[in-house]
């Protein structure tokens, strides 16, 4: 006779596991090489211990026992650097302080707080974010805000869904995007937790989708003027009290369409005056990659213009105080003026001119240095498109300064 329990089937005192639609009849108790090549899936060995297979191939021991009348899943860390001689000990502690009464969740090994969570993820994550990045004061700042009130002090083996959804509802229909980001985050942290066998679901992840409403506030995106009405509003900028680097740069970014954090970090090396083209390195471009940016004869003569207030960094345009301007700098500049837009709006006046003016898709988006994601097209972005590109922004120039 057989007894279906959770996702295996007991048969005669034999485990028997559905994997890759075989009946596999594990042993009685685990040994050292089937735990050293076992595939995907989870098996049991005693006093609660149980292996857990991912199909990445990674392996993490849990304990399922029963902690004041509720059954808890409890972390004993990976494998292979715990062995199964380790997970089995430990196991067997835990049951026995269980069926004394008390709680292996509070002993030394248990699962960190979701605070002390995130510091482990914002380490691995720190290595892959640029020099300069605000990734992870972005990080801290949302999770601080959103999440740390309810789940900062939690141990990450104790987050549900529930939790989750709790966090993320209040803003959901109101902060959409930064909802998707918090949520993004938890999620992060809990795989973390996952991988490192202190739990082994991640409370983040799509049960939460189908519990949130859908509909709600939309995605908001960043403002941007009509494209006949930039040419005004450079003039606005060049007629402004603000100082000469300030506006000279705020007028290079709307004649290449770069993006603020790419302007404000330029530098002279960077650009080849007999060639004019100013080349981005792929440390300082969003998508990692170099991107060239032919210069109409108007942005070459900015960046002249600029050479006269160089503080000797090598900056273009470097800030007042010394170094590089911050975001903020340029965004009060436009503010200042009576500009409904942001900086970064330009980006979308050029390409909304491009589809008005008739500029290949291709062409434009090679402009804006976005990624293209069908690899012919990338090709053919990358061999046929700068000298097309080089007409493009000569055309721009021209509609808003008419002197090229």
């Not at 890759?20 to 009849?25: K, P, S, Y």
């Not at 390195?281 to 070459?300: C, F, I, N």
């Amino acid at each position: 006779m057989c007894i279906a329990s959770w996702d295996v089937t007991w048969c005669g005192g034999d485990p028997v596991f559905p994997l890759d639609e075989r009946r596999i009849t594990l042993p009685k108790r685990l040994t050292a090489a089937f735990v050293r090549h076992a595939k995907p899936g989870r098996y049991y060995d005693e006093h609660g211990l149980m292996l857990r297979v991912l199909p990445t191939g990674t392996k993490q021991w849990i304990w399922r026992g029963t902690v004041g009348g509720r059954r808890v899943d409890m972390g004993l860390g990976g494998y292979p650097y715990t062995s199964l001689a380790e997970a089995r000990e430990k196991a067997f502690e835990n049951r026995k302080l269980a069926r004394a009464g008390g709680d292996p969740r509070a002993s030394k090994s248990a699962a960190p707080t979701f605070e002390d969570a995130l510091e482990e993820v914002l380490a691995i994550q720190r290595p892959s974010w640029r020099p300069g990045s605000k990734s992870e004061a972005q990080w801290r700042a949302s999770l601080r805000t959103y999440a740390f009130p309810r789940l900062g002090r939690m141990r990450v083996d104790e987050v549900t869904t529930a939790d989750v959804l709790a966090v993320l509802a209040p803003i959901w229909s109101t902060k959409r995007e930064t909802a998707r980001r918090v949520r993004q985050r938890i999620g992060a942290v809990m795989k973390w937790a996952v991988a490192n066998g202190f739990r082994e679901t991640n409370p983040a992840g799509d049960a939460i989708a189908a519990a949130l409403p859908q509909g709600g506030a939309p995605r908001k995106h960043f403002r941007a003027l009509p494209h006949a009405e930039v040419a005004a509003a450079l003039e606005k900028v060049r007629e402004s009290s603000a100082g000469v680097a300030v506006k000279l740069a705020i007028e290079f970014l709307v004649l290449t369409a770069a993006r603020s954090g790419e302007v404000r970090g330029a530098r002279w090396d960077e650009i080849d005056d007999e060639a004019a083209t100013w080349t981005i390195p792929a440390e300082r471009t969003k998508s990692g990659r170099k991107h060239r940016v032919p210069l109409s004869g108007r942005a070459l003569a900015v960046a002249r213009a600029a050479d006269g207030v160089g503080d000797g960094s090598g900056l273009v345009f470097p800030s007042p105080a010394g170094g590089v301007m911050s975001s903020s700098t340029l965004a009060k500049v436009v503010r200042d003026v009576g500009l409904d837009c942001v900086p970064h709006g330009f980006r979308t006046s050029f390409r909304m001119w491009c589809g008005d003016a008739g500029v290949d898709r291709e062409v434009a988006e090679a402009a804006l240095a976005h990624v293209v994601r069908n690899k012919v097209e990338a090709a053919y972005a990358r061999g046929t498109l700068f000298e097309r590109r080089r007409e493009v922004m000569k055309a721009w120039s021209q509609y808003l300064t008419g002197d090229e």
